[in-house]
């Protein structure tokens, strides 16, 4: 069972930056896919971003250009970089891991983005 727990989450005025960290329970290098995912309201889970084994990276068309996902193996943790953070960004973000035809679910993070 693989554990994940996000961090990072906050309140932030458009325009500002935040940092997600989410923390894996054991090593991260055979897992075979990592990824960010966000809920809003009303809205379904989507794909915010992904590291596919292999370096392979994706993101969401929304999100290119001002997100940033990147891993640390030494520490099992995936980071995700929000700059340019807009009030559409507003969600709760979830760390997601896919090992060997498992996905596994952080408990969420909460991001809002309002003056």
């Known amino acids: 069972q693989v554990r994940l727990v996000e961090s990072g989450g906050g309140l932030v005025q458009p325009g500002g930056s935040l940092r997600l960290s989410c923390a894996a329970s054991e090593s991260i290098f055979r897992f075979n896919a990592m990824g960010w995912y966000r809920q809003a309201p009303g809205k379904q889970r989507e794909l915010v971003a992904a590291?596919?084994?292999?370096?392979?990276?994706n993101y969401a068309d929304s999100v290119k250009g001002r997100f940033t996902i990147s891993r640390d193996n030494a520490k099992n943790t995936v980071y995700l970089q929000m700059n340019s953070l807009k009030p559409e960004d507003t969600a709760v973000y979830y760390c997601?891991?896919?090992?060997?035809?498992?996905?596994?679910w952080g408990q969420g993070t909460q991001v809002t983005v309002s003056s």
């Open positions: 997601n891991a896919y090992v060997y035809g498992v996905h596994y």
């Open positions: 590291i596919i084994s292999g370096g392979t990276i």
